[in-house]
């Protein structure tokens, strides 16, 4: 449950028909106080599972006014009633002495003033079934009459009123198997799906949605709305974003997903709407408690803050971990083929697609991303030039080195021509090494970005491997005294694969200066998975050549 800041105001008070809230306990207490709020309403708060009366929640209870002691009332004297039966009545004398009876007369009631109805006799069988409850008075003789006075505790429950209570308790017996009843009819119908959207669409009416001051309106009110949708209707999932930190950002989410729901949240920034970057992702996991999940703060890994710009944010559920409730729930859904960005997994039911944008889009922001552009298009101007130069070398270089080889290996093997191929293979040898420390830098941590094409430097890079492959494949005769007929097959399927290489790097490079630039002036970023362009293809490699003898240094003809 996410924390709203306020300790004091959490509670809501119930009226009529809808609730108000939150509120201190004093608030609440002063409008009872006004007649606001009735005093017999009842209260809530985050803490609670249902709603309570207000005189039951300890936190309204306020210690009553120490009660004052009663004054001792004057009654006024009683004349003795006689008795319907045979036997002498309890009385008492003028002189203050007590006669003993063959019958008492006990009094259930207070005494009565002058007009009231008298007690009623009862004989000393009755008497015994009273218990010590509630205070009576009985009377006593003082000079200037008789006063009233508390003595002790007497239960007049006898009789009919014995039976009362026994009903009483009946019913109430009766009561509670009626509620255990109630109780597990409700939970049937609580699995039943319908039913059990029925009633949490009605609960969610009446269970407030917590405050949340750092969102816009709107916001906020389509977060609140996403909760009452039942399930029958379909998965309801809003998205809002927090304005308590200007740096990073924290998202709201919400849905009518029972509770305990585990979300993920990817964030991948829109390319040429980003402050001096090219590209950004990131992702935030949690779950939904009481149909909210908090996530956040969204940062670089090292804890830097994202760029200001436009984000697409996808919201799916966790691949494991769910509540049996929540599995149900998605169950009902089915795989939707989705285009999303590359990193995405592709296989989750739930998807939740928002747009955001995230800091101020004002005039500060225009200008910096101007700026930005400007530098961008300049590099990619640079990029194109040294791209072309790239793969122009390592061309040249894979002809020469291929032909180098091919007019050596029909020769006689000697002195003459290992030193040919040794001139050969230094150029080939001192421009790998200035490739492979270029592609170092590139390869680099956080340089990656500094790249606006880096698709197609990591392509050429890739043809760069093969060719220092295909170069100490065909060094072998030479170095190590290897046959030319073991290294000819490897030698078939290098020049293969580089050739469609480079085939399918002059198209990409084709393309991107056919492109038109975009908005910005920026080339669009080119893949070379992308179909090539019509180039005639390579011719077919020669047939296989019969095994050959390895003519020895005394048959050379010269290099």
């Given at each position: 449950?996410?924390?709203?800041?306020l300790?004091?105001?959490?509670?809501?008070i119930?009226?009529?028909d809808?609730?108000e809230?939150?509120?201190?306990?004093?608030?609440?207490?002063?409008?009872?106080?006004?007649?606001?709020?009735?005093?017999?309403?009842?209260v809530?708060?985050?803490n609670?599972t249902d709603?309570?009366?207000?005189?039951?929640?300890?936190?309204?209870k306020?210690?009553?006014?120490?009660?004052?002691?009663p004054?001792?009332?004057?009654?006024?004297?009683?004349p003795?009633?006689?008795?319907?039966?045979?036997?002498p009545?309890?009385?008492?004398n003028?002189?203050?002495?007590?006669e003993?009876?063959s019958q008492v007369v006990?009094?259930i009631?207070?005494?009565?003033?002058?007009?009231k109805?008298e007690?009623?006799?009862?004989?000393?069988?009755?008497a015994r079934?009273?218990?010590?409850?509630?205070p009576?008075?009985?009377?006593?003789?003082?000079?200037?009459?008789?006063?009233a006075?508390p003595?002790?505790e007497?239960d007049?429950?006898?009789?009919?009123?014995?039976?009362?209570?026994?009903w009483?308790s009946l019913?109430?017996?009766?009561?509670?198997?009626?509620?255990?009843?109630?109780?597990a009819?409700?939970?049937?119908?609580?699995?039943h799906?319908?039913?059990?959207?029925s009633?949490?669409?009605?609960?969610?009416?009446?269970?407030?949605?917590?405050?949340?001051s750092?969102?816009d309106v709107?916001?906020?009110?389509r977060?609140?709305?996403?909760?009452r949708?039942p399930?029958?209707?379909g998965?309801q999932?809003?998205?809002?974003v927090?304005?308590?930190?200007?740096?990073?950002?924290t998202?709201?989410v919400?849905?009518?997903?029972?509770?305990g729901a585990?979300?993920?949240?990817?964030a991948i920034g829109?390319s040429?709407?980003?402050l001096n970057?090219?590209?950004?992702?990131?992702?935030?996991e949690?779950?939904?408690?009481?149909?909210?999940m908090?996530?956040g703060?969204?940062?670089?890994?090292?804890?830097k803050?994202?760029?200001?710009?436009?984000?697409?944010?996808?919201?799916?559920?966790a691949?494991?971990?769910q509540?049996?409730?929540?599995?149900q729930?998605?169950?009902?859904l089915?795989?939707?083929?989705?285009?999303?960005?590359e990193?995405?997994p592709?296989?989750?039911r739930l998807?939740?697609?928002?747009?955001?944008?995230?800091?101020?889009?004002?005039?500060?922001?225009?200008?910096?991303l101007?700026?930005?552009?400007?530098?961008?298009?300049?590099k990619?101007?640079?990029e194109?030039?040294?791209?072309?130069?790239l793969?122009k070398?390592i061309d040249?270089q894979?002809?020469?080195t291929?032909s180098?080889?091919?007019?050596?290996?029909?020769?006689?093997?000697g002195?003459?021509?290992?030193?040919?191929w040794a001139?050969?293979?230094s150029?080939?040898?001192q421009?790998?090494?200035?490739?492979?420390?270029?592609?170092?830098?590139?390869?680099?941590?956080?340089?990656?970005?500094d790249?606006?094409?880096?698709n197609?430097?990591?392509?050429i890079?890739?043809?760069a491997k093969?060719?220092?492959?295909?170069?100490q494949?065909?060094d072998?005769?030479?170095?190590?005294?290897?046959?030319?007929t073991?290294?000819?097959?490897?030698?078939?399927?290098?020049r293969?694969?580089?050739e469609?290489?480079?085939?399918?790097?002059k198209?990409?490079?084709l393309r991107?200066?056919q492109?038109?630039?975009?908005?910005?002036?920026i080339?669009n970023?080119?893949?070379?998975?992308?179909?090539a362009?019509?180039?005639?293809?390579?011719?077919?490699?020669?047939?296989s050549e019969?095994?050959?003898?390895?003519?020895?240094?005394?048959?050379?003809?010269g290099?």
């Amino acid at each position: 449950m996410m924390e709203t800041n306020l300790p004091d105001k959490k509670w809501f008070i119930y009226i009529q028909d809808h609730h108000e809230g939150p509120f201190t306990v004093k608030e609440i207490l002063d409008g009872i106080a006004t007649g606001n709020y009735p005093a017999d309403g009842f209260v809530w708060n985050q803490n609670m599972t249902d709603w309570l009366p207000i005189g039951d929640v300890p936190d309204f209870k306020v210690a009553p006014p120490a009660a004052a002691t009663p004054a001792p009332r004057v009654v006024e004297p009683q004349p003795t009633v006689p008795t319907q039966t045979n036997e002498p009545a309890f009385t008492l004398n003028t002189g203050g002495q007590r006669e003993e009876p063959s019958q008492v007369v006990v009094q259930i009631k207070p005494l009565q003033k002058k007009g009231k109805p008298e007690p009623v006799p009862l004989n000393i069988e009755d008497a015994r079934e009273y218990r010590v409850v509630r205070p009576e008075y009985i009377s006593t003789q003082q000079s200037d009459g008789l006063i009233a006075e508390p003595t002790q505790e007497l239960d007049y429950s006898f009789g009919t009123q014995k039976r009362k209570r026994e009903w009483i308790s009946l019913n109430q017996l009766r009561v509670i198997f009626l509620i255990l009843g109630l109780g597990a009819l409700g939970a049937g119908l609580w699995h039943h799906p319908t039913t059990r959207d029925s009633i949490q669409g009605v609960l969610s009416k009446f269970s407030p949605f917590p405050q949340l001051s750092d969102v816009d309106v709107g916001d906020y009110e389509r977060l609140k709305s996403a909760t009452r949708v039942p399930l029958s209707q379909g998965v309801q999932i809003e998205l809002a974003v927090s304005k308590a930190d200007p740096l990073s950002p924290t998202f709201y989410v919400s849905g009518n997903l029972p509770e305990g729901a585990a979300l993920e949240l990817y964030a991948i920034g829109v390319s040429h709407t980003l402050l001096n970057t090219l590209e950004f992702s990131g992702r935030l996991e949690g779950k939904l408690e009481s149909h909210l999940m908090r996530a956040g703060p969204l940062r670089y890994a090292d804890g830097k803050v994202i760029p200001r710009g436009e984000y697409r944010v996808f919201i799916m559920e966790a691949p494991a971990g769910q509540p049996p409730e929540v599995e149900q729930s998605l169950a009902t859904l089915t795989k939707i083929p989705r285009q999303l960005p590359e990193g995405l997994p592709k296989d989750r039911r739930l998807v939740v697609e928002k747009s955001i944008f995230w800091g101020d889009r004002d005039q500060t922001y225009l200008a910096r991303l101007k700026d930005f552009h400007d530098k961008l298009a300049q590099k990619a101007t640079e990029e194109l030039s040294e791209l072309r130069e790239l793969v122009k070398l390592i061309d040249s270089q894979y002809s020469n080195t291929n032909s180098t080889f091919d007019r050596l290996k029909v020769q006689t093997l000697g002195p003459r021509q290992a030193q040919a191929w040794a001139s050969s293979s230094s150029i080939w040898k001192q421009l790998a090494v200035q490739l492979n420390n270029g592609f170092q830098k590139m390869n680099q941590p956080g340089n990656e970005l500094d790249w606006i094409h880096l698709n197609l430097y990591r392509d050429i890079q890739a043809i760069a491997k093969k060719m220092n492959d295909l170069h100490q494949n065909q060094d072998q005769p030479f170095s190590a005294k290897v046959p030319f007929t073991q290294v000819m097959a490897e030698d078939v399927s290098l020049r293969a694969s580089i050739e469609e290489s480079l085939l399918k790097f002059k198209g990409a490079l084709l393309r991107l200066e056919q492109s038109p630039l975009d908005a910005n002036g920026i080339p669009n970023r080119t893949v070379l998975d992308a179909a090539a362009p019509a180039v005639s293809p390579p011719p077919p490699p020669p047939p296989s050549e019969p095994p050959m003898q390895q003519p020895t240094e005394t048959d050379s003809n010269g290099a």
